[in-house]
């Protein structure tokens, strides 16, 4: 079988990660991969943010718990948060986004690393300290939080495969 089509199939979602460090390179061939994606009539209007700063990533992380009403760590101890943001002035931004998403998402397990989509970026960077966050790293414009993506060494073995539901369906016509 063909790698990438292998890649494809076999990607799942990781939701318990070592807090192991994972080397910048793979984070940079993710992130290239990510911003290589499609975009709407190329506009190319998605920007990436990495975050590896234990702290920040932590308050964050807390954050986005508060919004989602929910206990625990939303990353799964993910020692790196890929934050992917759209220009609010453009109107693919979301579809644009999400692409962005899946590619660092197949790109992750490409590289033997897990990875999970992260939703509630959108109203963390709604809150007045991630505008902040945006123009201390000089980002101008106004952005908004498609999506996290996750990503560090699996600390459990996710499943190669699954039974597609039956509610999933091709029509031809």
Same mark, same amino acid.
């Not at 943001?85 to 644009?96: A, F, P, Q, T």
């Given at each position: 079988?063909?790698?990438?089509?292998?890649?494809?199939?076999?990607?799942?979602? &990781?939701?318990?990660? @070592? $807090?192991?460090?994972?080397?910048?390179?793979?984070?940079?061939?993710?992130?290239?991969?990510? !911003? /290589? #994606?499609?975009?709407?009539?190329?506009?190319?209007?998605?920007?990436?943010?990495?975050?590896?700063?234990?702290?920040?990533?932590?308050?964050?992380?807390?954050?986005?718990?508060?919004?989602?009403?929910?206990?625990?760590?939303?990353?799964?101890?993910?020692?790196?948060?890929?934050? &992917?943001?759209?220009? @609010? $002035?453009?109107?693919?931004?979301?579809?644009?986004?999400?692409?962005?998403?899946?590619?660092? !998402? /197949? #790109?992750?397990?490409?590289?033997?690393?897990?990875?999970?989509?992260?939703?509630?970026?959108?109203?963390?960077?709604?809150?007045?300290?991630?505008?902040?966050?945006?123009?201390?790293?000089?980002?101008?414009?106004?952005?908004?939080?498609?999506?996290?993506?996750?990503?560090?060494?699996?600390?459990?073995?996710?499943?190669?495969?699954?039974?597609?539901?039956?509610?999933?369906?091709?029509?031809?016509?």
């Amino acid at each position: 079988m063909n790698t990438a089509y292998q890649n494809l199939i076999e990607r799942r979602s &990781v939701k318990n990660f @070592k $807090s192991d460090p994972v080397p910048q390179e793979l984070v940079d061939k993710i992130i290239k991969a990510g !911003l /290589n #994606a499609p975009s709407a009539m190329n506009h190319q209007g998605t920007i990436v943010i990495q975050i590896k700063d234990k702290n920040l990533r932590d308050e964050m992380s807390r954050d986005n718990a508060i919004i989602g009403t929910r206990n625990g760590d939303p990353f799964y101890n993910a020692p790196v948060v890929l934050l &992917v943001l759209g220009d @609010k $002035s453009w109107v693919n931004r979301i579809y644009d986004g999400a692409l962005v998403l899946g590619n660092m !998402l /197949n #790109a992750a397990h490409s590289l033997g690393l897990g990875s999970c989509w992260i939703h509630r970026c959108r109203e963390e960077f709604e809150m007045p300290k991630y505008q902040e966050l945006l123009k201390k790293l000089g980002i101008s414009g106004e952005y908004e939080g498609i999506g996290h993506c996750v990503i560090g060494y699996p600390n459990v073995q996710p499943p190669t495969s699954h039974d597609l539901k039956e509610q999933v369906r091709v029509f031809s016509i």
